[in-house]
């Protein structure tokens, strides 16, 4: 399988986008995915994952209330929907996908890595 992010860009502060995560060359609907975000100077943190049926989702709390995950098996993409961003949510998303783990929190368990979509916030 394999990922590609998209939808990054420049926005105020107080601002939405949303990011997508388009899977090719595989069963995608059988993959949990998960969002992370690594800021310039940090390590890579746990943004949120959606569970294969897309049933559930976790976020991390320093995004709940503020984005939401959803995906469309039918067009092999994930959502990731950024609201009330602040400059804090600066940084390059990436998405993620496994078809074995429910760990979603865990970027040890994805098999699959997109490039990466980088999201800044002015303040």
């Known amino acids: 399988v394999q990922l590609q992010a998209s939808g990054g860009g420049l926005v105020q502060t107080g601002g939405s986008l949303r990011l997508s995560c388009a899977a090719s060359g595989g069963r995608f609907s059988g993959h949990g995915v998960g969002w992370f975000r690594q800021a310039p100077g940090k390590e890579r943190e746990f943004v949120g994952a959606i569970h294969r049926s897309g049933g559930s989702t976790i976020y991390a709390d320093s995004v709940k209330g503020r984005f939401t995950i959803s995906r469309d098996n039918a067009k092999n993409t994930v959502y990731l929907q950024m609201n009330n961003l602040g400059p804090e949510d600066t940084a390059v998303y990436y998405c993620?996908?496994?078809?074995?783990?429910?760990?979603?929190?865990?970027?040890?368990?994805?098999?699959?890595w997109g490039q990466g979509t980088l999201v800044t916030v002015s303040s």
């Open positions: 993620a996908a496994n078809e074995r783990s429910s760990q979603y929190d865990n970027p040890s368990v994805y098999d699959f």
